[in-house]
């Protein structure tokens, strides 16, 4: 059993930044990835990033690539998400997911979630 839980959204101006963060607690696998998602308003789901429990391996959905930064300094560290330059059409839900394994398996349902925390992008 892990819990997850997400900080850091907020309400910013298109151009500023923000860095999201999740913290895990429980009994986490040997390996693992963690998996930001987000989802904004009458739209899916969406993928953004995952890392490995090293913070060693990461991956990035196009939408993000150059702006977004995932990042984990251990296994015992807190899972970071870096946006910048934030958009208004980052406006969303994000969150946090968990995947027992050593990789991300994206056909897979994810192990555990975190509630989520809301970015707003706004003039």
């Known amino acids: 059993q892990v819990t997850l839980v997400e900080s850091g959204g907020g309400l910013v101006q298109p151009g500023d930044s923000l860095q999201l963060s999740c913290a895990a607690s429980?009994?986490?696998?040997?390996?693992?990835?963690m998996v930001w998602f987000r989802q904004a308003p009458g739209e899916e789901r969406e993928f953004i990033a995952t890392i490995d429990w090293s913070g060693d391996r990461a991956n990035y959905a196009d939408s993000v690539k150059g702006r977004f930064t995932i990042f984990k300094d251990s296994a015992k560290s807190p899972t970071y998400l870096q946006m910048n330059d934030l958009k208004p059409e980052d406006t969303a839900v994000y969150y946090c997911?968990?995947?027992?394994?050593?990789?991300?398996?994206?056909?897979?349902?994810?192990?555990?979630w975190g509630k989520g925390t809301l970015v707003t992008v706004s003039s």
């Open positions: 997911a968990y995947q027992g394994g050593p990789y991300y398996r994206e056909y897979n349902p994810v192990d555990y």
């Open positions: 429980g009994r986490t696998d040997s390996r693992y990835v």
